[in-house]
């Protein structure tokens, strides 16, 4: 599990391209202190498992589902990217839960500076915007940030210059595709209101929930 605070930016060394899969070896330095081999690395917010670990680089298998998934195809030589490690037992929750495990991407439709921050305007598709919520939270590349602003085909979030300087985002240009991952608890909330039919009738509704002060 992640939180989606990004503890540093690194570049891809190189990126070894199979049939329909990837080995990509990625350089850092901060998140190299204490990783191992089997340990779990958000790049641009994509879970991906450590398969070696050098002084300065570390490697990952990427599985065809993900290149089809995330933006992680797009990547070149020398593209940077965000990373977090797992986040430890021990450790504070400053963003949300982050799975790593991508809904699917965005694209970034809009950029406009308002004094210090900086606001993005991202087009999705429906199965993601459902889910997306004004002031909830939502992760772009592995970054946790609040929803701002929601319209029928597109979400904004509005972005600290810190937020900016020490992650990829600021980066980022209109037409760029980003990594997006919904809210886990809203999902969980629709499968147990909306069981499939030969799982029965839930006991748990809408009224129940704000009978119960969920809603």
Not at 112 to 124: E, G, L, Q, T
């Amino acid at each position: 599990m992640f939180t989606g605070i990004v503890e540093e930016t690194g570049s891809v060394k190189a990126i070894r391209h199979g049939n329909r899969s990837a080995v990509i070896e990625i350089s850092a330095e901060l998140i190299l202190e204490d990783i191992h081999t089997g340990d779990s690395i958000a790049v641009n917010g994509v879970c991906l498992t450590v398969t070696k670990a050098e002084k300065n680089s570390f490697c990952a298998d990427v599985m065809p589902e993900t290149l089809s998934r995330s933006s992680l195809a797009e990547l070149k030589t020398g593209s940077r990217v965000n990373l977090e490690r797992a986040m430890a037992a021990n450790g504070r929750f400053g963003g949300h839960i982050v799975s790593g495990h991508i809904d699917g991407t965005g694209k970034i439709i809009g950029i406009r500076r308002d004094d210090n921050a900086v606001w993005f305007d991202i087009a999705a598709d429906k199965k993601i915007l459902r889910y997306i919520v004004e002031k909830g939270s939502v992760t772009i590349d592995g970054i946790s940030l609040t929803v701002a602003g929601l319209t029928a085909d597109s979400f904004s979030v509005s972005v600290i210059p810190h937020t900016l300087s020490v992650t990829i985002l600021g980066e980022k240009t209109i037409g760029s595709i980003v990594n997006l991952e919904n809210d886990i608890i809203g999902k969980y909330v629709e499968k147990l209101i909306t069981p499939a039919d030969n799982e029965g009738k839930s006991n748990i509704s809408l009224s129940f929930l704000a009978e119960h002060g969920y809603c």
